[in-house]
């Protein structure tokens, strides 16, 4: 496993019953993507798509949810 990369996240986000399946999966992708020098995570829509596997019409729910939620 030499020179892989990780993505560490906090635990809260396994504990918070608030999201479900396609929203942690979600979530944490965009976190593998932040940046700390700006602040926000930078794939686009298609591209979380591929990587993720989710629809484009679950990927708008699965972030608006996460919006509500407090995850922006």
Do not use: A, C, R
């Not at 560490?8 to 019953?17: L, R, S």
């Not at 798509?49 to 939620?69: A, F, M, R």
């Amino acid at each position: 496993m030499q020179g892989e990369n990780y993505t560490k996240f906090k635990n809260q986000i396994w504990k918070d019953k608030s999201i479900k399946g396609y929203e942690k999966l979600v979530l944490i992708y965009l976190i593998s993507y932040n940046n700390e020098t700006l602040g926000y995570s930078f794939p686009t829509k298609k591209q979380i798509q591929i990587d993720t596997g989710v629809s484009e019409n679950t990927l708008n729910k699965v972030l608006n949810n996460l919006i509500e939620k407090g995850y922006h």
